[in-house]
C-alpha cells in the first residue's frame, strides 16, 4: 500500500540529528557528494534549505535538481521526506 | 531592463510577490532560485499586476469594434430576431436589459418617422452584438471544467446500474404459479 521507500521511512520516523545527507530518501552518494561540496554536509543543513523556501516542495524540488543535478524523482522523493519530517516533528 | 542580480533582497522580494510567486526570504541560498523563477515569469510575459479590469477593458473593446463593423442597417431588423432564438442560455439579465433597451426605443420614437428608427436600433444592437460575443467568453468562464453535458457522465452510469438492478431484483422475486417454459 505504502509507496514510500525503506529509507524514507527511516528517516521520516525518528528525529534526524545529525544524520548525513546521504540519509535523505532521493539522495545517494553521487549527489550527497555534490550538496556536501555546497555546504550542505548534513540532512539538517538540507533542512534549513527546505524551511526557508517555506516548505514548499515545489520549490524545493527545483532548487535541489538545480544544486545537486538531481532528476524530478530524486528530488520530489527527497522533498517529501521532509515535509513529512516536518509535519511529524516540527 | 536592469539586471536581477543587481536589486536588492528587498527589490527581489517585492517582485516575486507582483508575478504572485510565493517565497521565502531571499538570502544568498535562495536568491539564484528566485532569480531563475522571475526570469522565467517575464519571459512567460505574465502581466506583473493582473486585474479583473482587464476584462472589463476587452469587453469595451469588442463592443467599439461591433459598432463599425456592422454591415447595413436594415439588416438588422431580421438579424436581432435570430440572435434572440440562437441564444437562448443568455442570462435573464442580460434579455431584460435588451428588452428594456427595445421598449424605451420603441417609445420614444413612436411619433418619428421610420427613417430614424434603424439608426436608433444601433444601440440595443450594439448591445446585443457585444453580447455575442461574451457568451462564449463567459461560457467558457462559467463552464470550465465540464464538458458539454448537462448531467456528469458517471452519474449517467451510476443511474444505469441502478435501474438494471432494480429491474433485476423484480424479475428474480417475481414467483409464478405457471411453468417458466417460456423463459428457461
Known amino acids: ?90 | 531592463m536592469s539586471l536581477l542580480s543587481n536589486k536588492s533582497a528587498k527589490e527581489i522580494s517585492d517582485l516575486l510577490d507582483e508575478y504572485g510567486i510565493k517565497h521565502g526570504p531571499v538570502v544568498d541560498s535562495t536568491r539564484n532560485l528566485y532569480e531563475k523563477k522571475l526570469k522565467e515569469a517575464m519571459a512567460k510575459g505574465k502581466r506583473p499586476t493582473s486585474s479583473p479590469d482587464k476584462t472589463f477593458y476587452r469587453e469595451e473593446e469588442e463592443e467599439v469594434t461591433y459598432v463599425y463593423t456592422t454591415p447595413s442597417r436594415s439588416d438588422f431588423a431580421g438579424e436581432r430576431t435570430t440572435y434572440m432564438r440562437s441564444r437562448p442560455d443568455w442570462t435573464e439579465r442580460e434579455q431584460e436589459r435588451s428588452y428594456s433597451d427595445y421598449s424605451r426605443s420603441k417609445s420614444e420614437y413612436s411619433g418619428k418617422d421610420m427613417v430614424d428608427e434603424p439608426r436608433m436600433y444601433d444601440t440595443p444592437s450594439t448591445y446585443r452584438n457585444s453580447y455575442v460575443k461574451s457568451p462564449p467568453v463567459k461560457s467558457d468562464q462559467k463552464v470550465p471544467k465540464t464538458s458539454s453535458r448537462l448531467i456528469p457522465l458517471w452519474v449517467q452510469f451510476v443511474f444505469f446500474l441502478a435501474v438494471a438492478i432494480f429491474l433485476y431484483i423484480i424479475f428474480s422475486n417475481m414467483e409464478t404459479n405457471e411453468s417458466l417454459k417460456g423463459i428457461v
Do not use: Y
Open chain 1, 1 to 90: 500500500m505504502s509507496t514510500t521507500s525503506q529509507k524514507h521511512r527511516d528517516f521520516v520516523g525518528e528525529p534526524m540529528g545529525d544524520k548525513p545527507v546521504t540519509a535523505l530518501s532521493g539522495i545517494g552518494d553521487s549527489l550527497g557528494k555534490k550538496l556536501e561540496d555546497q555546504g550542505f554536509d548534513k540532512a539538517f543543513v538540507v533542512l534549513g534549505q527546505f524551511l526557508l523556501l517555506k516548505k514548499d516542495t515545489e520549490m524545493f524540488t527545483e532548487w535541489l535538481k538545480d544544486a545537486s543535478g538531481a532528476n524530478s524523482r530524486q528530488a520530489g522523493s527527497c522533498a517529501q521526506c521532509l515535509k513529512e519530517w516536518c509535519d511529524a516533528f516540527l
